[in-house]
């Protein structure tokens, strides 16, 4: 049996980053992904880096080691990750009180300035004006999330890593501590496994009888090839459904719910957003959906008839359609491009926090999820977590007596 000393699981950033880490540590790295091509969270992401959104000691902090790393991330790993500084444009709804979406934002560590409808279009001329009551607007990070975790995993391999393509079927144990993995061919021995395997974290935990606070969502969005139209800003509702999804839907009340297939555990959600990359192309979206099926086939699934109140003020539509519906009345340019359809699975955590650690009655067993808006935190999270795993201690940040390995722990949840 190969021996290694980590095995990560999972390709998607959070696994690529934890890996270049690892290796830069000097530990033997094994990264395991199931898909040679990419249909995860990160492949479909807009590539954000909310590096103002930090509200505690804590998240500044990761916050502003995070942005730091990307800033210097394309050389470091010798390959462009994309990097730049946009606008960002949080849209307030018409009839909603602008003055009320800002103080929602008043604890942010930079908190986005309040624009007039006048300024928000002047911002992004493609805005529909009659449509908004104001806007919200912060320099905000981004990348091509696809590059940057090509960049790491070239950059792992470069230390001596390995990657196989290989899914993951179940962990090894000698009695409680975890000892290697099993995918569908082989059998690999380790010192220690870190799950890093997004919105399927939740399920691998699981069938090592762990229930660690990690849920997923399923995401939908629309994605054009390169078009002339120019969007200036990452255009996002200043109200987040899907936040709101989230917490919701991870309330201890529902839990065992997650479990039971075939469940949609609360309506979907539409944000209306849309942002375009550096090679001209946009991803449009994006609809949240809570079904505790992992592997439902959400084909251009119906949308139910939106409601206003007890009151259906529409007809059943499909979700392509509910999207371009959503994008149309914001930006009216975008809803009519060409476009094709795509869903993936999103992790997220009970508290909003990361999931990052391991799991105290599992020794050799670590998480690395549960981060549902990480990119702009990755970087500086997977290096810590490489600190921690040679040794070196995490005194740098804390919040009151707890240390960030205290705060991110999964056995807040076990
Ligand atoms: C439309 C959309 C927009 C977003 N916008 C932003 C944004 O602007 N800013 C931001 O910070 N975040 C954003 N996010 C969220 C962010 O992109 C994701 O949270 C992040 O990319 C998840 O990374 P991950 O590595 O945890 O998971 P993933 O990228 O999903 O990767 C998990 C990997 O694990 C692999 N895997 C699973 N099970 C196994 C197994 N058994 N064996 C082997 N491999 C396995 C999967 O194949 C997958 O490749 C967005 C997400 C979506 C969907």
């Known amino acids: 049996m190969k021996s290694y000393d980590w095995i990560v699981v999972g390709g998607g950033i959070t696994g690529a980053a934890v890996s270049y880490e690892l290796a830069k540590k000097g530990f033997a790295v094994l990264l395991l992904e199931r898909d040679a091509i990419m249909q995860n969270a990160t492949r479909f992401s807009y590539g954000g880096l909310a590096y103002w959104s930090g509200t505690t000691d804590l998240t500044r902090q990761l916050c502003a080691e995070g942005i730091e790393r990307h800033r210097n991330l394309s050389a470091e790993l010798e390959a462009d990750t994309e990097f730049r500084e946009l606008d960002l444009l949080l849209t307030i709804d018409r009839g909603d009180d602008p003055e009320k979406a800002a103080a929602n934002y008043a604890h942010f560590a930079i908190p986005p300035q309040l624009l007039s409808v006048a300024e928000a279009g002047e911002l992004e001329p493609l805005l529909n004006k009659s449509a908004i009551g104001g806007a919200l607007t912060v320099r905000h990070g981004h990348i ?9 995993c070239q950059g792992f391999l ?9 899914e993951v079927i179940g962990l090894i144990a000698e009695g409680n501590r975890i000892s290697g993995v099993q995918t569908v061919q082989e059998s690999y021995a380790c010192e220690n496994v870190v799950i890093c395997a997004g919105g399927w974290s939740r399920t691998l935990l699981k069938a090592a009888g762990i229930s660690a606070g990690v849920y997923f969502s399923r995401a939908e969005i629309l994605e054009t090839e390169p078009v002339d139209l120019k969007l200036r800003t990452l255009v996002m509702p200043a109200v987040l459904k899907r936040f709101e999804l989230e917490a919701e839907s991870s309330k201890i009340e529902v839990d065992f719910l997650w479990d039971e297939p075939g469940k949609e555990l609360l309506p979907p959600v539409l944000d209306a957003g849309a942002v375009q990359f550096n090679d001209g192309s946009l991803r449009i979206g994006q609809l949240s959906r809570t ?21 259906r003020v529409g007809n059943r539509t499909t979700s392509e359609a509910a999207i371009r519906t959503g994008i149309g009345k914001v930006l009216p340019d975008v809803a009519g491009l060409t476009a094709t359809w795509h869903d993936c699975i999103v992790a997220f955590s009970a508290d909003k926090l990361p999931v990052v650690g391991e799991i105290g009655s599992r020794p050799g067993l670590h998480v690395f999820s549960g981060l549902s808006n990480p990119l702009a935190i990755v970087p500086a999270l997977a290096e810590r977590f490489a600190d921690s795993a040679a040794g070196e201690k995490d005194g740098a940040i804390k919040s009151g007596t707890a240390s960030l390995n205290e705060i991110l722990s999964p056995n807040r949840f076990v």
């Open 144 to 152: 091509s999330p696809t590059a940057t975790n090509i960049a790491y």
């Open 291 to 311: 079904l505790s099926d992992l592997n439902a086939k959400v084909v251009k699934r119906s949308y139910p008839v939106p409601r206003r109140g007890s009151r």
């Open 158 to 166: 470069r230390l001596g890593g390995t990657i196989e393509i290989a």
